[in-house]
């Protein structure tokens, strides 16, 4: 059975650190993995979607990398604001559109 | 485009109690998903339709919980009756084979409480 965990549970810094975010699986046989923002209240927001045979995705001041092998993903954060305060979860695409998510990693950077 | 609407927003009831929630995915989007998030099972993927067809349902928790689809543009989630460990953010959300392997899009979620 897929588990998905993360790294740490909440992390708190302040603004301008390059911040890392890790998601492990123990399941190396997956389609894709997909990172996501979810604020206070809201609904999940996709920030970067890694396919299979990818080993890396950059949006902006978001870089993530996929290391399919030893089940792992990291997500970084360039010169962290706090308007990047949420939480962030992973999730693995085992199947045509079965996602497995990770427990989440609660981030707050401090002004 | 408005994204994935649900509604309500939050819903208490009462214990025995039956609730409905409700979802209008994206416009042209065939793939609907229903999950559940809670503190300490994080968020889990309940039922999924594509064409307004249920395809797997095998994270529905119990026979109390029901999932339909009738058209294209609204789906619902029955509990009947609900219970206190009901009590969670239930999200819809939903995808089109064209989009990047299948990445789907959440609404905001309804928050159950059930008393």
């Known amino acids: 059975k897929q588990e998905v965990t993360q790294i740490p549970a909440a992390l708190s810094d302040p603004e301008g650190e390059n911040l890392v975010l890790n998601c492990s699986f123990t399941?190396?046989?997956?389609?894709?993995l997909q990172w996501f923002r979810q604020d206070p209240g809201k609904g999940l927001t996709s920030l970067l979607l890694?396919?299979?045979?990818?080993r890396e995705q950059t949006s902006g001041r978001l870089n993530a990398s996929l290391d399919k092998s030893s089940g792992r993903s990291t997500l970084y954060i360039a010169a962290s604001q706090p308007g990047d305060s949420a939480t962030y979860l992973c999730?693995?695409?085992?199947?045509?559109?079965?996602?497995?998510f990770g427990t989440g990693t609660r981030l707050k950077v401090l002004a | 485009d408005a994204g994935v609407i649900q509604s309500p927003r939050h819903e208490v009831t009462e214990m025995g109690q039956e609730v409905t929630l409700r979802c209008k995915p994206i416009?042209?989007?065939?793939?609907l998903f229903w999950y559940r998030q809670t503190m300490m099972r994080g968020l889990e993927l309940l039922i999924y339709?594509?064409?307004?067809?249920?395809?797997?349902d095998s994270g529905m928790p119990e026979d109390r919980f029901s999932a339909k689809m009738p058209n294209a543009s609204f789906s619902t989630l029955k509990i009947q009756p609900s219970e206190p460990r009901d009590s969670a953010v239930y999200f819809c959300?939903?995808?089109?084979?064209?989009?990047?392997?299948?990445?789907?899009?959440f609404g905001p979620g309804t928050r159950l409480t059930v008393l």
């Open positions: 399941d190396s046989a997956i389609y894709n």
């Open positions: 959300a939903s995808s089109s084979p064209g989009l990047a392997r299948g990445t789907q899009y």
């Open positions: 999730a693995v695409i085992a199947g045509t559109y079965k996602y497995i």
């Open positions: 890694i396919q299979s045979s990818q």
């Open positions: 339709f594509n064409n307004n067809v249920p395809i797997d």
């Open positions: 416009s042209g989007h065939d793939y």
